[in-house]
């Protein structure tokens, strides 16, 4: 949160992460279309304009919540490519969940990816929103990509594999099933997709057909 | 789109076709937002209430509409896995681009996903809609699915792969770029998408770390 410098103007300490806190509260607790920008300001106890200012509209705010709630996805370096991997996205099935379920009462058939789907339709809909969200995964997503580089370099990935790659299927999938079909993302998904990743698909050369 | 039938009410040859072509000229000329229903009924010389008796709101249209362009897409199998998985993708790809810039102009810069974002969105707002897009999707996934188990049965797959769990490598990739990342997904992605997931990415046991 620590944006206040680079916009050349000086801020109360602690004001982003007021505003921020309240945004978060209000959306967690009402979903996108259950409470305002003014509601925001007021919780926080900043002026309307502060808040305008740095954050032009609810999305705008939105995703810079999301980017909070990301930062709380820790992403650890243990060595063990498939356990790190594993604890990631696992942590990020449980957020998308959470996400999905934001201001609605979760239902066992409900299937809908709520809020998650939100934020990708404001993105497409303003380009100003569009590049908010893709510097924020840009940011984050520099974690596991970190993770997948770091054990290229100790030899635990092929040399051949592609880092990006990898990255894209394994929160592709995760995004894919929430967006799209609906299959649930959590339990032991994210293991049988980490597992699948690394292992690979084309059967071994000596026991299997050529590859 | 031979589902008169299944509804059990006798219905003109080729209505439902005249009204998804007059839909799908509309959407892929003007986009989401510049036609109505009843533009789309005066188009396909259909009475209005025939066409919201079938399809009660623009977004089902839309969905139904969805269904009929990937029905365009060819899913071969030839009994070269990787071919096919690659023609597969990038037909895949150059349809969710497509579908991206329908109803706008296409700048160079332009990462916004467009119509597809507006689909998630939808679905996820509406519980029917929800039901149709997943509907519309595990039917055409169902002809990827089936060309993996295929393969599989033939050995050109290991044993242990999960094909469902591939397939959600492949297109989640392609859905996460275009909804989430904004990276492109056309020019050699799917082969080298097609390439990492068939190859997996953990280092070979003789050569690298033991696996």
Redesign the interface.
Request: aromatic share 4%.
């Given at each position: 949160m620590a944006t206040a410098a680079r916009r050349g103007r000086p801020r109360a300490e602690g004001t982003d992460d007021r505003i921020l806190g309240a945004a978060c509260d209000l959306l967690l607790a009402r979903g996108y279309d259950g409470y305002s920008i003014d509601e925001v300001a007021q919780r926080a106890g900043v002026a309307k304009t502060t808040l305008y200012r740095r954050w032009p509209t609810k999305d705008h705010l939105i995703v810079a919540v999301v980017a909070r709630i990301q930062d709380e996805v820790p992403v650890r370096d243990t060595g063990d490519i498939r356990r790190d991997l594993t604890a990631y996205l696992e942590a990020v099935a449980a957020g998308l969940t959470r996400m999905?379920r934001v201001g609605r009462p979760a239902g066992p058939d409900d299937?809908?990816?709520?809020l998650?789907?939100?934020i990708?339709?404001a993105?497409?809909?303003r380009?100003d929103v569009?590049r908010a969200?893709?510097a924020v995964?840009?940011r984050r997503?520099a974690l596991p990509l970190a993770l997948?580089e770091s054990a290229q370099a100790?030899?635990?990935?092929?040399?051949?594999?592609?880092p990006d790659?990898?990255f894209?299927?394994?929160?592709?999938?995760?995004?894919?099933?929430l967006?799209?079909?609906?299959e649930p993302v959590g339990g032991d998904y994210p293991a049988?997709?980490v597992d699948?990743?690394?292992?690979?698909?084309?059967?071994?050369g000596p026991e299997?057909?050529p590859?």
């Open positions: 999905s299937r809908s990816a709520g998650v789907a939100e990708v339709a993105a497409a809909r380009p569009g969200v893709r995964f840009a997503n997948l100790r030899g635990d990935l092929g040399p051949g594999a592609r790659v990898i894209d299927q394994l929160a592709g999938a995760l995004y894919y099933r967006l799209v079909t609906g049988r997709l699948q990743v690394l292992a690979g698909a084309r059967a071994p299997g057909k590859s």
